[in-house]
C-alpha cells in the first residue's frame, strides 16, 4: 500500500472558496477600424488604450482535489475615449465582461486553468448604442501560479454606427491577484474507480490532501465501513481505534494530487472486501491532543457483487475521431482515437495523426455501469513524466459512444467512437 509523505506537494497549492480575485494591473485594449464612404477605412483613435479594467472574478464553489470550479465574472470593464474627430465620432467606447455562472478546472500541476463560462457576456457600447459579442462555446485558457491569474483572449466583432460600417478587435489581458479566500484548513478526499465491482473486478482507491491554512500535526485515520456495518480500521481492519498516520505533519500550502492506496482483485482479504453489498471507505484528520475532527470526513461508496463476474459490455478495441471547435496551430481539426476497453478501464490515444507521436495524447478512463465515462482524462508527456492536460467525457450506448473534450491549451471539440468487429 502506497501512503502519503508530507514532502510530497506538488505544482500550484489550491485555495479555498469562496475566494476573489483583484484586477489591479489588468487591461483590455480596443482597435475599432471605421468604413467610411467619403474618407474611406479609418482607425478610430482610443485613449487610453488599453485601459485600466474595474471589477472582479470571484470563485464561489471548489473541489481542491481535482480544481473543479465555478464562479462568476462581476463586471470587467474598460472605457477608453476617442483621441480624433475625423468622423464626428465623440462618443466614448465602453468594453465590458460579465458571466453569472463561469465553470472550469484549475490544473494545479501544470500552473493551467481553463474557463468555460456558461454565459460569457461581452459588450462593445458606443456612446448610448450596445452590441453583445457572440461567444458561444468560448473557452479561455489561464495560468494561476503563486496567487496570479493570467487569462489572455481575443474577440472579433463587425457592425455598423450611425451608418458607418466597423469591425472591432477587443484583447482581454486579465491579471489577477487573490486578495480573499475562505480560511483554510486540512482536508483530505476519496475515490474509487468506479461506483460498483463483481468477481474479478480490479478496484482502485485513491485519495487526496491539501491544507490552505496554517500548519498542523494531526492523525489521519483510514476505516472501511463493511455491509453489515462494522467500521475497520487500517491496517489490521479490525476494530481497534488506530490511525493510518501517527503525528502526520501536515504543512501549510502542502497539496497531494489523487494518489492511489490501494489496486486489489476482488474479492480480496486485506482490506476485506469478500462480502457481496455496499462498502464505504472513510477517512479523517483528528486533533491527537483533543480527539476533535478537524475538517470533514471523507467518503468513498461502492458496491460488489461477488456472486458472479461483473458484466463489461463495452470491452474490446473502439475507433474513432475527435473534432476540434478551435483549428490553430495548437488545435489540429481532427484527431483519430483507440480506445482499448478491458474490464471498464480506457487506455489508448488521441492524436492528429495516424500513428502516436509528440503531438498526441494518451488517454486514460472507466466506463460506469450507466456507460457514463468516469475520470476521462487526457496525458502528455513533459519532460520525463505523462501529465494530465485535460479531460473528457461522454456515455456509452451499444457499439457507439460520443462526448466532449478539452484540454489547457484553449482547445475543445466533440468526439465519437465506434466498436470495432
Known amino acids: 500500500m502506497l501512503f502519503f509523505s508530507s514532502g510530497n506537494t506538488h505544482a500550484a497549492t489550491p485555495f479555498s472558496a469562496p475566494a476573489s480575485f483583484d484586477l489591479t494591473g489588468s487591461t483590455i485594449e480596443c482597435s475599432i ?21 474595474t471589477g472582479a472574478i470571484n470563485i464561489t464553489q471548489m473541489q481542491k482535489e481535482t480544481g473543479v470550479f465555478t464562479g462568476d465574472f462581476d463586471n470587467i470593464s474598460a472605457t ?11 462618443v466614448p467606447v465602453t468594453v465590458a465582461v460579465n458571466s453569472d455562472v463561469v465553470s472550469g478546472w484549475f490544473v494545479w500541476n501544470q500552473d493551467a486553468v481553463i474557463f468555460k463560462p456558461e454565459s460569457l457576456n461581452i459588450t462593445l457600447t458606443l456612446g448610448t448604442q450596445s452590441w453583445d459579442i457572440p461567444t458561444e462555446g468560448t473557452y479561455l485558457p489561464a495560468t494561476y501560479s503563486n496567487g496570479i491569474l493570467a487569462i489572455e483572449g481575443e474577440f472579433e466583432y463587425a457592425n455598423s454606427y450611425l451608418g458607418h460600417a466597423f469591425t472591432a478587435d477587443i484583447g482581454l489581458h486579465i491579471t489577477g491577484t487573490l486578495n480573499q479566500q475562505a480560511a483554510g484548513i486540512p482536508w483530505i478526499k476519496l475515490k474509487t474507480n468506479r461506483n460498483s465491482y463483481g468477481q474479478g473486478d480490479s478496484f482502485k482507491l485513491y485519495a487526496s490532501l491539501g491544507n490552505e491554512g ?46 492511489m492506496l490501494y489496486d486489489l482483485t476482488l474479492p480480496a482479504l486485506s482490506p476485506p472486501i469478500d462480502n457481496s453489498g455496499e462498502f464505504q471507505f472513510l477517512a479523517v484528520f483528528v486533533d491527537p491532543g483533543t ?25 474490446g478495441i473502439w475507433f474513432g475521431s475527435g ?11 481532427l484527431a483519430s482515437i483507440r480506445f482499448d476497453i478491458a474490464k471498464s478501464v480506457i487506455t489508448g490515444f488521441a492524436d492528429s495523426e495516424r500513428e502516436i507521436d509528440a503531438d498526441g495524447y494518451e488517454v486514460t ?21 505523462l501529465n494530465p492536460v485535460g479531460y473528457f467525457n461522454g456515455t456509452f450506448s451499444g457499439n457507439s459512444a ?13 468526439l465519437s467512437v465506434s466498436k470495432s468487429e
Open 291 to 315: 480527539g476533535s475532527l478537524v475538517g470533514e470526513v471523507a467518503s468513498a461508496l461502492f458496491t460488489y457483487d461477488g456472486s458472479t463476474p461483473c458484466d463489461h459490455p463495452y470491452d
Open 80 to 90: 477608453m475615449q476617442p483621441t480624433a474627430n475625423l468622423l464626428g465620432l465623440t
Open 214 to 259: 496554517p500548519a498542523l500535526t494531526l492523525d489521519l485515520y483510514l476505516a472501511l465501513l463493511n455491509p453489515i456495518g462494522d467500521l475497520l480500521f487500517f491496517p489490521a481492519y479490525d476494530e481497534s481505534l488506530t490511525p493510518a498516520l501517527k503525528d502526520f505533519e501536515v504543512p501549510s500550502g502542502i497539496f497531494i494530487p489523487y494518489t
Open 33 to 53: 477600424h471605421i468604413d467610411a464612404n467619403h474618407v474611406g477605412n479609418v482607425d478610430m483613435g482610443l485613449s487610453p488604450n488599453p485601459a485600466s479594467v
Open 365 to 385: 478512463g472507466t466506463i460506469n455501469p450507466d456507460g457514463t465515462i468516469a475520470d476521462g482524462t487526457l496525458w502528455e508527456e513533459i519532460g520525463p513524466d
Open 402 to 414: 460520443s462526448g466532449t473534450w478539452q484540454d489547457i491549451y484553449g482547445c475543445y471539440g466533440t
Open 323 to 333: 473534432g476540434s471547435s478551435v483549428v490553430t496551430e495548437d488545435c489540429p481539426a
